[in-house]
């Protein structure tokens, strides 16, 4: 046999069926699969059984030990192939990647190929021409400079080798069973120490997966452990105990000395006086010690002023020399940034002044509108409660008018953080942002924005948007609020696994932002609204509001858009009839051309609130936004224009519900599917009467107008 491929496998089950499923798929099948299960709680009988015909799988469990050093030591003792391969459950393979590496011969005692690092799963990657993260140039030098060079211990790792076997146990190579993390690297300086032939193989491609939920799954190699520290410094001691060549060492001695600048001193500092930071003090002190002068040449001021605190020898004349340090870079990035000195205004100042009872702070979408829930609980409390609370808005815009006696501050200003951090409220409609700590005696209502067809956070395997890091993100924001609104029982079982979020702390009171689609829908409010947003009184309105999509961005929170709707088109066929809203979504940056076709299309992208749209229009048109659950309690008619549904579906988001049998309107896929279903409106609402019927039952049961009434009793009448 010519491979023997060690997994060590620990947990997620759909890591590893791709894992498995790339080998399936390689065009060199000469290998046996070692799959070492490390105290394995999922069910894996199943996955692993469907293999049964195709791969040659010797399951394996650890049964005294843990760890992936453990793991891949009995997966070598029980290895029979001429070469050895290791590979992580959670990373896949190019389906060449094993024919090229073996292509490669045979008088080297280790062959090592490319890798690839991606934050998605394998059907995206393939689908996706953009999902490769990096391909860390330096993989094209010799594997002694892509030890030294790399950037961190954790990248240093022995995936992607193919090493001899034979000669591997004859140099009595093996992972060192107590280096939790970085046992890798012991190990790759053993190798580059006895083997007289490496050779490089570009074309076999390992594709590395970033874990995007470091609260799940969090990586081995990116996770933050308890003992990570401990690690790091056991690791620099067994590599210094090791007969290996003294520059992996002197590049070791540089990689610490950068981990204490970037991490280890801000972890004492936080860390003030305990027992740990003391312990880590006499660890990393006495390998502070022993940096040679030529080492610290390598370093930069900040490091070398690191090393130089660490070396004192008492733990009390250390804090101060790091805390000294500290605040010197803080102060220079105070001077950088204004709203990191607002922030630290607010940490040492605004903190310390009391809580404010009365005072409520409301935000709808990021300060770029008045509108929402977060609006109508406003304005319920101005009408029941008055003068008894001080009112305070977040709003970035001069010209949006808000009603009543209310203080405005500008999201970010200084006043902005005066305000959170001395109101005992905060009702916001999105995520706050993460580094703004909520004091224990503050109290949040998270309303949320809308019923999620889209998968939320934890119900999504891969993050496609901006933000990578968005699910560790949003479990911290969301472990700060204290009520989270639901408008129906779906939404209500869903944000309890997409935020795994406590069923408990969930208002089933529905959204208060739909009590004007029954207390206003009537002709007198109709017509005045249509007058406020310039619609003529003869035309019908077809309002158009698509969301955004996750992987077109500028930056996080800009994203781009393109409209597919061929708005000349649909003026001439529609144009006698109807007048067009164009709602792009908050997050969108570029903003639709109506250049001579303004009498027929209207931009209301920057008007206040969707609620008022929805009032006006005679049929709502969307793709994948939440739009539709609301609309759908005026009862009229939905379309959408879902061109893209494969891609968004399928390699974006994924989606709680069957879009193709569970919505209440049509799916269309071109301008002209479009204008067909406009001139025969009256047809598709007779087509899809039962669906809308059971779709209003099932999302719709919580609204009746009351919403804004509710919420205020079970949150300010407690
Ligand atoms: N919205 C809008 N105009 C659009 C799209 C959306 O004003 N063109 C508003 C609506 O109030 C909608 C909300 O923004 O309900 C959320 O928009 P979605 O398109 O659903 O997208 P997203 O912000 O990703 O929220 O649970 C809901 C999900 O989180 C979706």
């Known amino acids: 046999m010519r491979l023997s491929i060690v997994i060590p496998f620990h947990k997620g089950t759909h890591f590893l069926k791709d894992c498995l499923d790339s080998l ?72 060449d990647a094993l024919e090229e590496i073996c292509k ?153 000395a950068q981990y204490c600048r970037m991490t280890l001193v801000k972890l004492l500092r936080k860390d003030k006086g305990s027992k740990w930071s003391q312990s880590q003090y006499f660890r990393f002190h006495k390998y502070a010690k022993t940096v040679n002068p030529n080492i610290k040449k390598q370093l930069t001021r900040q490091e070398r002023k690191t090393l130089e605190a660490l070396c004192q020898d008492e733990y009390k004349a250390c804090r101060k020399k790091i805390n000294r340090m500290l605040a010197i870079t803080k102060l220079g990035k105070m001077i950088q940034s204004r709203r990191f000195f607002y922030r630290t205004i607010n940490h040492y100042i605004f903190t310390k002044f009391s809580q404010k009872n009365n005072w409520i702070v409301f935000e709808s979408f990021l300060g770029k509108q008045y509108s929402d829930s977060c609006r109508y609980i406003y304005e319920e409390l101005q009408k029941t409660k008055g003068n008894q609370y001080r009112y305070i808005w977040i709003i970035n815009d001069k010209n949006i008018e808000i009603p009543g006696n209310v203080t405005r501050v500008k999201r970010f200003s200084l006043k902005y953080f005066y305000y959170m951090t ?82 408990e702390k969930i208002l089933k009171l529905g959204y208060p932002r739909n009590d004007i689609l029954y207390l ?17 009184k003869d035309k019908k309105v077809l309002l158009y509001a698509p969301t955004w999509r996750d992987d077109e961005y500028y930056d996080k929170g800009e994203y781009k858009f393109q409209l597919k709707l061929d708005l000349p088109k649909l003026k001439e066929a529609i144009g006698d009839e109807y007048v067009v809203l164009l709602r792009t979504h908050y997050f969108i940056a570029d903003s639709i051309d109506t250049t001579g076709i303004e009498d027929f299309a209207i931009n209301v992208s920057k008007y206040p609130d969707i609620a008022d749209l929805y009032l006006v229009s005679d049929i709502c048109m969307t793709d994948y936004s939440s739009v539709f659950f609301d609309y759908a309690n005026l009862k009229r008619p939905i379309l959408f224009f879902t061109y893209d549904l494969e891609k968004y579906r399928d390699v974006l988001r994924g989606f709680y519900i069957d879009i193709e049998k569970e919505v209440p309107g049509p799916l269309l896929f071109t301008n002209e599917e479009v204008i067909q279903a406009i001139k025969g409106i009256d047809q598709v609402e007779e087509e899809y009467k039962e669906k809308y019927e059971a779709f209003y039952e099932r999302f719709c049961c919580w609204d009746d107008g009351y919403a804004a009434k509710r919420v205020v009793k079970a949150v300010f009448e407690k």
């Not at 070692?34 to 009988?45: G, H, R, S």
């Not at 009995?74 to 029979?80: E, H």
């Not at 490089?200 to 390992?206: D, G, I, L």
């Not at 993460?434 to 891969?462: A, C, I, N, Y």
Request: charge should be negative; proline fraction near 2%.
């Open 24 to 95: 399936q798929d390689q065009t060199m099948q000469d290998f046996e699969i070692i799959l070492v299960k490390d105290y394995v709680e999922e069910e894996v009988a199943t996955l692993l059984s469907s293999y049964d015909k195709t791969l040659n799988i010797k399951e394996v469990n650890l049964e005294n030990q843990t760890g992936v050093s453990s793991a891949r030591n009995l997966g070598v003792s029980m290895a029979c192939g001429d070469f050895l391969y290791f590979m992580d459950s959670d990373d896949y393979l190019k389906e």
């Open 422 to 503: 001395r109101a005992k409220y905060w009702v916001n409609n999105m995520r706050q942002p993460v580094w703004f700590e909520k004091r224990d005696s503050q109290v949040m209502l998270e309303t949320w924005h809308g019923t999620p067809l889209k998968k939320l956070v934890f119900d999504m395997e891969d993050v496609t948007s901006a933000s990578p890091t968005y699910k560790k993100t949003v479990f911290t924001q969301s472990r700060a609020w204290d009520y989270l609104i639901a408008d129906n029982p779906f939404s209500y079982e869903v944000f309890q696994s997409c935020f795994l979020y406590e069923k």
């Open 104 to 256: 490669k011969n045979s008088k080297a005692e280790v062959v090592y190929g490319k890798t690839l690092y991606t934050w998605f799963n394998r059907f995206v990657y393939t689908e996706s021409d953009n999902a490769t993260v990096s391909d860390q140039e330096y993989t094209k030098r010799s594997l002694r400079d892509l030890v030294l060079n790399r950037m961190h211990p954790r990248e240093i790792s022995i995936l992607n080798l193919c090493i001899n076997r034979k000669w591997f146990i004859e140099e009595k190579i093996k992972f060192q069973e107590d280096l939790k993390y970085y046992s890798d690297i012991t190990v790759l300086a053993e190798i580059l120490q006895h083997a007289e032939k490496i050779e490089y193989c570009e074309t076999a491609e390992y594709v590395k997966r970033l874990h995007n939920d470091e609260i799940l799954y969090p990586s081995l190699s990116r996770g933050r452990f308890e003992d990570r520290e401990d690690q790091l410094i056991l690791t620099y001691e067994r590599l210094s105990q090791c007969k290996i060549d003294t520059r992996i060492l002197d590049a070791f001695q540089v990689k610490l």
């Open 520 to 536: 206003k829908n009537n002709d007198t409010e109709i017509s005045k609204l249509k007058e406020k947003i310039g619609i003529p």
